[in-house]
């Protein structure tokens, strides 16, 4: 029986080079996991039907000695990443059967690598949401509590790994998507610096802050698969070169930021201030050091977020008309045929941005809304800019509040957005942050899992990995 609760990517790679088990019984026994447990927790859209013959390439790469870190490692893939013949539907009927025509760029380097993809998972639909509810195939739910969302919107992609479904994952993050599942789920979640990994093949939904980022168990897991899909690329222009924080991290002590005034805002759950607090005497007790600082306008971080998002959704979504790929209705003209087509295929969530982006994008609106949000980006980016002149990294809670239940605060959509209190803020300055756990809250019986989110300045991602490793007793 393979240990698959307490597998890493190195454990893995080392059994399969010594013989231990070959990639073919280690994906077979993912695949027994999913017949187990997906029913309830529908992380999954669609599980391959190739998984055992990718595995069995990677048994011959094994064999003819050409195997890296992560051949013949099962991974899960967000159904909005492209992978050339599979359908990828970005959990929305309108792509119900789009079948992509390329891969995109992280596909193309874990392709290099012999990675078993086992399957694309759920999430909110075109990344829309913080739950996964708002997937047009059904929500999925929390594997430590089947009565509670996983987060969003790469939700399914966190479920999988926490429910041992595949060993890593990859999700998006354009406001939180993958800090807070990871939060939610158990996991360690990364959302790297804007720029570090290609978006290449992957449908845009705020092109000026989405980022791929993976999930794992453990900090090495993140940092192996960072590795592997980070770089530049000829076909994003917004990537960056590879550059890595200067200097020996073992053993370092750090100079930690805690944004007080932005920490007292309220709405926060007693016991992530609880757990938030423990996190800081851990710390201290390690020997780093911890530095009060001031974030003032981060507050104005989900306003600004709010409008520059829509403003690019509404942009990037007027591809999807019907017309070239994807549903199509066809009504008395050309207008009606758009019109018909995006309604029955978009959801409510979509069709909400989508009307809010076009709005204060429109004349008279667009200095009001749009052009003032950019001009307090500049400033909150500057914000982070000054405060990692003091501090190597900026720690708070990933999210206010443990998993909430299925249902409870879809019908309101402000509530929804002031999940991503703490994660948004990241994303409009392009910085990297990690989400990792940090302990539990228990509510009815049930251990909750909570996380503590890390941000360092750009291309810090190192220094993420060892206070992280520093934190978690990770060597």
């Known amino acids: 029986m393979i240990d698959l609760k307490n597998l890493t990517?190195?454990?893995?790679?080392e059994a399969l080079m010594k013989g231990e088990y070959t990639s073919v019984e280690l994906a077979t026994a993912y695949l027994e996991q999913i017949k187990k447990t997906d029913g309830d927790i529908h992380a999954y859209l669609e599980v391959y039907s190739d998984v055992l013959e990718q595995a069995q390439k990677a048994d011959e790469k094994i064999k003819n000695g050409e195997a890296g870190m992560l051949t013949g490692i099962p991974i899960s893939i967000k159904d909005n990443i492209l992978i050339k013949g599979r359908i990828a539907s970005s959990a929305s009927k309108i792509l119900e059967n789009y079948t992509a025509t390329y891969d995109a760029t992280v596909i193309e380097k874990l392709k290099k690598e012999s990675v078993v993809f086992v399957g694309r998972t759920n999430m909110d639909e075109f990344a829309m949401g913080g739950s996964t509810e708002n997937s047009a195939y059904g929500p999925t739910k929390n594997p430590y509590d089947t009565e509670r969302v996983p987060g969003g919107s790469s939700g399914g992609a966190a479920a999988s790994v926490a429910s041992d479904e595949a060993l890593v994952a990859l999700g998006s993050d354009t406001g939180g998507s993958i800090r807070q599942p990871a939060s939610f789920c158990g996991l360690v979640g990364l959302k790297p610096t804007y720029g570090a990994v290609s978006r290449h093949g992957v449908m845009a939904m705020g092109s000026s802050l989405d980022q791929i980022g993976p999930f794992g168990?453990?900090?090495?897991?993140?940092?192996?698969?960072?590795?592997?899909?980070?770089?530049?690329?000829?076909?994003?222009s917004t990537t960056i070169p590879d550059k890595k924080d200067k200097g020996d991290?073992?053993?370092k002590k750090f100079k930690i930021g805690v944004p007080k005034d932005f920490l007292n805002i309220g709405g926060i759950d007693e016991s992530v201030s609880k757990n938030?607090?423990?996190?800081?005497?851990?710390?201290?007790?390690l020997g780093h050091e911890i530095i009060d600082i001031k974030l003032p306008n981060l507050k104005y971080s989900l306003a600004v977020y709010y409008v520059i998002v829509p403003a690019e959704v509404s942009?990037?979504?007027?591809?999807?008309?019907?017309?070239?790929?994807?549903?199509?209705i066809s009504g008395k003209d050309g207008i009606e045929d758009y019109f018909l087509s995006r309604q029955a295929g978009l959801g409510k969530e979509v069709r909400r941005r989508i009307i809010l982006g076009t709005y204060v994008l429109s004349s008279g609106y667009y200095d009001a809304f749009y052009n003032k949000a950019n001009i307090v980006r500049e400033l909150i980016t500057e914000d982070y800019k000054k405060a990692f002149e003091k501090v190597d990294v900026i720690i708070t809670p990933t999210t206010p509040g443990p998993a909430f239940k299925?249902?409870?605060?879809?019908?309101?959509?402000?509530?929804?957005?002031?999940?991503?209190i703490f994660t948004v803020p990241v994303n409009l300055a392009g910085v990297p942050a990690i989400s990792i756990p940090s302990g539990f809250k228990e509510v009815d019986g049930k251990k909750l899992p909570l996380g503590i989110q890390l941000i360092a300045k750009h291309s810090g991602e190192e220094t993420l990995f060892a206070v992280s490793k520093s934190l978690l007793?990770?060597?």
Do not use: C, W
């Not at 938030?276 to 007790?285: A, D, G, H, N, V």
């Not at 942009?315 to 199509?328: L, P, Q, T, V």
């Not at 299925?406 to 991503?420: F, H, N, Q, T, W």
């Open 473 to 475: 007793g990770e060597k």
């Open 217 to 236: 168990k453990t900090v090495e897991d993140v940092e192996i698969l960072f590795n592997t899909i980070k770089g530049q690329d000829k076909m994003d």
């Open 9 to 13: 990517i190195k454990k893995a790679h």
């Open 249 to 251: 991290f073992v053993d």
């Open 406 to 420: 299925i249902g409870e605060k879809s019908g309101d959509p402000l509530k929804m957005y002031l999940e991503d």
């Open 276 to 285: 938030f607090q423990e996190t800081l005497e851990k710390l201290k007790s």
């Open 315 to 328: 942009s990037n979504m007027a591809r999807f008309d019907g017309m070239r790929f994807g549903k199509r």
